[in-house]
T-cell receptor, first 116, second 112 residues
Framework: GAVVSQHPSRVICKSGTSVKIECRSL??????MFWYRQFPKQSLMLMAT?????????EQGVEKDKFLINHASLTLSTLTVTSAHPEDSSFYIC????????????FGPGTRLTVL | QKEVEQNSGPLSVPEGAIASLNCTYS??????FFWYRQYSGKSPELIMS????GDKEDGRFTAQLNKASQYVSLLIRDSQPSDSATYLC????????????FGSGTRLSIRP
């Protein structure tokens, strides 16, 4: 159990377009989902914490109007990168925690975003 | 001072030997501790979680926690080339779903 999927796994887009990334918990209900960004040879940087039915909590320095997060259900959260630019090119990873469990985060496989 | 500190490595260990990975954290109120493995280009994979002082063993992996010293380690016995990856230490202040702080990771290389 505890499988998290992400879609798409890889996306290439033109500068100025918006990209939506989906994160799903496949076999459990997720109290909370997290969105991370990872640049090459760097660690994961938390962007925002998302709880079902409420507004996401963004980390300092992360623009909420640029990175729109919607947590519509206990199994789905989406991240939309609006008006993407080349500096937004990165590896975006979501994670989820079980509704009934401790603090373990289960990670999705990640989405590689390249903005041309 | 970083909240979670790890030596970036690379740490080179011969195949079959024990690899020892270390991590220190600054928040004395931390309650949950995790080790993740990340292969290049992939997302992190949970190896171990530990919540109380002492050792916790799972197969070839042993996590050690010393809250008084604010120190957590991961031992990998009988190291295999497939263990070559970046190992991320992660710490949380809470025992329920909440923010986890990641270290920058230690790159481990197992040489045949």
């Amino acid at each position: 159990g505890a499988v998290v999927s992400q879609h798409p796994s890889r996306v290439i887009c033109k500068s100025g377009t918006s990209v939506k990334i989906e994160c799903r918990s496949l076999d459990f209900q997720a109290t909370t989902m997290f969105w991370y960004r990872q640049f090459p040879k760097q660690s994961l940087m938390l962007m925002a914490t998302s709880n079902e039915g409420s507004k996401a909590t963004y980390e300092q320095g992360v623009e909420k109007d640029k990175f729109l997060i919607n947590h519509a259900s206990l199994t789905l959260s989406t991240l939309t990168v609006t008006s993407a630019h080349p500096e937004d090119s990165s590896f975006y990873i979501c994670s989820a925690t079980r509704k009934e469990g401790l603090d373990t985060q289960y990670f999705g496989p990640g989405t590689r975003l390249t903005v041309l | 001072q970083k909240e979670v500190e790890q030596n970036s490595g690379p740490l080179s260990v011969p195949e079959g030997a024990i690899a020892s990975l270390n991590c220190t954290y600054s928040d004395r109120g931390s309650q949950s501790f995790f080790w993740y493995r990340q292969y290049s280009g992939k997302s992190p994979e949970l190896i171990m979680s530990i919540y109380s002082n002492g050792d916790k063993e799972d197969g070839r992996f042993t996590a050690q926690l010393n809250k008084a010293s604010q120190y957590v380690s991961l031992l990998i016995r009988d190291s295999q080339p497939s263990d070559s990856a970046t190992y991320l230490c992660a710490v949380s202040r809470y025992s329920s779903a909440s923010k986890i702080i990641f270290g920058s990771g230690t790159r481990l290389s197992i040489r045949p």
